[in-house]
């Protein structure tokens, strides 16, 4: 099966501060401690290559590749790879998780972060996942879960952001409460109960440089991303709505008691 969801975040700047934000760290910690010198990783989805530099450096001498459906960000991986000196140790394509161009058993580990809420089959991609991961090998992902976000001050205006954010995601094909249903589909993949272990975890802004970060990422997003694109094209807001979408978050980032919780769902999956 080919890919059938649009991604709902596109590119634009503002979206690419949140990616390049990302590192293994702070984002696939669960994995972390399965990961070896030597071994091989497939990082699916891979955006900008931060994680994936991250990878390489924790696998060294092994080799990374990270994959990404829209070829014109991985200029941007190869250089940040270069700039992390793992260059030799990371290769960047395009591909579509739901064919991977890669023969059975080609990797110790597939990784993939905030990826199966955004494409068209999310079990047909975890299928293809294992297909290309080694006996005794891992495939690990990591999904946000958008219904389960909350923040302080309770602010309706974030509400409407949220149902508006869902409500595009559905649209383009997506799940945005995936964090939520990894274990399930993980397990409609083939996977058995006693070969995956599912966890939580969460990231948490609420600093005056978080929120100004955060909170002024959103009102860029709302109002200059794909995200506002294609929210306006398919009739489910105005842009004067997203314009109040974007003074919400901004009213959010001014306020002293401001904090925003966001859970993941993560599954690591024995082959």
């Not at 014109?72 to 579509?96: H, I, M, N, P, W």
């Not at 058993?105 to 990826?115: I, K």
């Not at 975890?126 to 879960?145: F, I, N």
């Amino acid at each position: 099966m080919s890919e059938t969801a649009t991604y709902t975040h596109g590119h634009h700047a503002s979206v690419m501060r949140s990616h390049t934000w990302r590192t293994a760290a702070n984002s696939c910690g669960y994995l972390l401690p399965h990961l070896r010198s030597g071994l091989t990783v497939l990082d699916v989805g891979c955006g900008p290559g931060t994680i994936t530099a991250d990878l390489a450096q924790l696998v060294a001498p092994g080799r990374v590749v990270g994959l990404e459906r829209a070829e014109s960000v991985l200029s941007q991986a190869t250089y940040y790879a270069g700039e992390k000196g793992v260059a030799d140790r990371a290769q960047f394509v395009v591909g579509d998780v739901h064919s991977l161009d890669f023969p059975d058993d080609s990797f110790d580990v597939v990784h993939a972060h905030q990826v199966l809420q955004h494409v068209g089959d999310p079990v047909g991609a975890l299928r293809e996942m294992r297909r290309v991961t080694r006996p005794g090998g891992v495939v690990a992902a990591r999904d946000s879960d958008y219904s389960a976000f909350f923040w302080n001050p309770r602010l309706p205006v974030l509400d409407e952001w949220l149902e508006l954010y869902c409500a595009v995601a559905r649209a383009n094909g997506g799940e945005p409460d995936a964090g939520r249903y990894l274990k399930s589909w993980a397990r409609q993949a083939g996977f058995a109960e006693e070969q995956i272990t599912a966890s939580a975890s969460m990231w948490c802004y609420n600093t005056p440089a978080e929120r100004e970060w955060w909170g002024g990422m959103w009102a860029e997003r709302v109002t200059k991303s794909d995200f506002a694109r294609m929210a306006v094209d398919g009739g489910l807001a105005t842009p004067e709505q997203l314009q109040r979408l974007a003074d919400g978050w901004l009213q959010w980032a001014a306020d002293e008691d401001g904090w925003v919780g966001i859970p993941h769902g993560e599954i690591l999956c024995r082959v």
